[in-house]
Structure formats: structure tokens, C-alpha cells
């Protein structure tokens, strides 16, 4: 069972969608919602093999020759951009509003 729902809630769940989609229209309903699922399982699937096989490539010698002359900055090395404060920005706007009298 879906975690969550019990039977007679499933029940109740497909006697409303029969009631308001009718019994034509339901099974309809019911192998479109499936290939979309299927769909989006072979396309999560499709990603994850992708996403493995760069892991699986190995470093090439070139990348390896960045490394080791230290051209590559480490996340330590680089420097982080300075942040813009709400109270900067208020005195700038208060200033400039006296200096236009």
C-alpha cells in the first residue's frame, strides 16, 4: 500500500474521481498518469548513470599538471566578495535625499 493512505481511503479517492471523470474517461486518466511516471523514472535513471560515469573518468594529465603547479585556487584561496549591508544602503539613500535641498 502507499504509506499513508489505507484502503478505504483509496476507495473513497477512486469512487469521487468515477464520479466526477466517469467511467471512460478513468481508465484514460490512469495509463497516462502511468507513462509519465515511467517516463520520469527512465529519465532519473538516465541522469544518475550519466552523473556515475563522469565519477568513473579519470583526471586527465592535464587537469593533473593544473594540480600539482597550483594554477587551480583552492576554496580557501579565493577571495569572497564583500556583502552589502541594509544600513549601507539607507544612509546612501538618506544622503543623497539631503544633499539634493
Do not use: C, W
Not at 481508465?27 to 563522469?54: C, D, Q, V, Y
Not at 593544473?66 to 569572497?80: F, I
Amino acid at each position: 500500500m502507499i504509506p499513508g493512505f489505507h484502503g478505504f481511503d483509496l476507495i473513497v479517492i477512486l469512487i469521487i474521481a468515477l464520479l466526477i471523470f466517469g467511467p471512460k474517461k478513468l481508465p484514460e486518466m490512469g495509463s497516462a498518469i502511468g507513462k509519465s511516471i515511467k517516463e520520469f523514472r527512465k529519465g532519473m535513471n538516465e541522469l544518475t548513470a550519466h552523473k556515475e560515469e563522469e565519477e568513473k573518468l579519470p583526471v586527465s594529465s592535464k587537469d593533473m599538471s593544473k594540480l600539482s603547479q597550483g594554477s587551480v585556487p583552492l576554496q580557501d584561496e579565493v577571495p569572497a566578495k564583500p556583502a552589502y549591508s541594509e544600513v549601507t544602503r539607507t544612509e546612501t539613500t538618506h544622503t543623497e535625499l539631503h544633499s539634493n535641498d
